[in-house]
C-alpha cells in the first residue's frame, strides 16, 4: 500500500517570496511522484514528474521539486510566488508498469499568495 | 497531445434520478481510464478503475451498484450515478493512460464534473 502524506495543509505567503510545499510518501515499491495544481472547480494540471534520473526536476511555471529517496520526500519549491499561484496543490505518487497511472494522493495544500 | 475531456462539467440532478458522466480520450485511444472522486476541501479518491471492453475493478468501500462504469470503447468510459442522492454531491474526475506511451508514466486528467444533488 501507498500512502503520500502533506506535511502542511495551509501555506500563506507574499508575493514574490520564496515557497516550498513538503510532501512525504510511503511505499513498498518504486513509484512515479508527481505535483498537480488544481484552481477551483477545476481539474488537475500537472506541474511536474519524476520518474528517475536526475533527483531535481523542474516543471512549469518555474516550479521544481526534489525526490529525496532516503528521506522519501518529494518537495515543491518556487523561488518567487505571483499572486495566480494561488491554489490547491497535490503530490501523488503512482505504480509503475501496469498500474501506472493509478495515483495515490495527498490531502492537498492550500498556497495563498497575499499581494 | 493527450487530452482527456469530460462531459457535463456541471450538473444539477434531483434525488432519485440518475446521472450519467463522460470521459474521453480526444487524442488517444485508452485502453484504462480512472474515476477518482473529491469532496469539498479534500483530496482525491480512486473510485475505479476502468478497462474498455471488461468489468470495471472497484476500490474498497465503493458500491459498484450505486456507480455503473462503462468502457465500451477505447476512447469513452461513462459513470453513471444511480438513484443520486445529496450525499453523492461531489467533483468527479476522470484520468486516462495512454497506452502508445510505453512505459506507462502518467494518465492524464479531464476537467472534472460538478455534480450537484438537490
Known amino acids: 500500500a501507498q500512502s503520500v502524506t502533506q506535511l502542511d495543509s495551509q501555506v500563506p505567503v507574499f508575493e514574490e517570496a520564496p515557497v516550498e510545499l513538503r510532501c512525504n510518501y510511503s511505499?513498498?515499491?518504486?513509484?512515479?511522484l508527481f505535483w498537480y495544481v488544481q484552481y477551483p472547480n477545476q481539474g488537475l494540471q500537472l506541474l511536474l514528474k519524476?520518474?528517475?534520473?536526475?533527483?531535481l526536476v523542474k516543471g512549469i511555471n518555474g516550479f521544481e521539486a526534489e525526490f529525496n529517496k532516503s528521506q522519501t520526500s518529494f518537495h515543491l519549491r518556487k523561488p518567487s510566488v505571483h499572486i495566480s499561484d494561488t491554489a490547491e496543490y497535490f503530490c501523488a505518487v503512482s505504480d509503475l508498469g501496469t498500474n501506472a497511472g493509478k495515483s495515490t494522493f495527498g490531502d492537498g495544500t492550500t498556497l495563498t499568495v497575499k499581494p | 497531445g493527450a487530452v482527456v475531456s469530460q462531459h457535463p462539467s456541471r450538473v444539477i440532478c434531483k434525488s432519485g434520478t440518475s446521472v450519467k458522466i463522460e470521459c474521453r480520450s480526444l487524442?488517444?485511444?485508452?485502453?484504462?481510464m480512472f474515476w477518482y472522486r473529491q469532496f469539498p476541501k479534500q483530496s482525491l479518491m480512486l473510485m475505479a478503475t476502468s478497462n474498455e471492453g471488461s468489468k470495471a475493478t472497484y476500490e474498497q468501500g465503493v458500491e459498484k451498484d450505486k456507480f455503473l462504469i462503462n468502457h465500451a470503447s477505447l476512447t469513452l468510459s461513462t459513470l453513471t450515478v444511480t438513484s443520486a442522492h445529496p450525499e453523492d454531491s461531489s467533483f468527479y474526475i476522470c484520468?486516462?493512460?495512454?497506452?502508445?506511451?510505453?512505459?506507462?508514466?502518467?494518465?492524464?486528467f479531464g476537467q472534472g464534473t460538478r455534480l450537484t444533488v438537490v
Open positions: 487524442d488517444f485511444q485508452a485502453t484504462t
Open positions: 511505499s513498498s515499491v518504486s513509484v512515479y
Open positions: 484520468s486516462a493512460r495512454d497506452p502508445s506511451r510505453h512505459p506507462y508514466t502518467e494518465a492524464f
Open positions: 519524476y520518474l528517475s534520473g536526475s533527483t
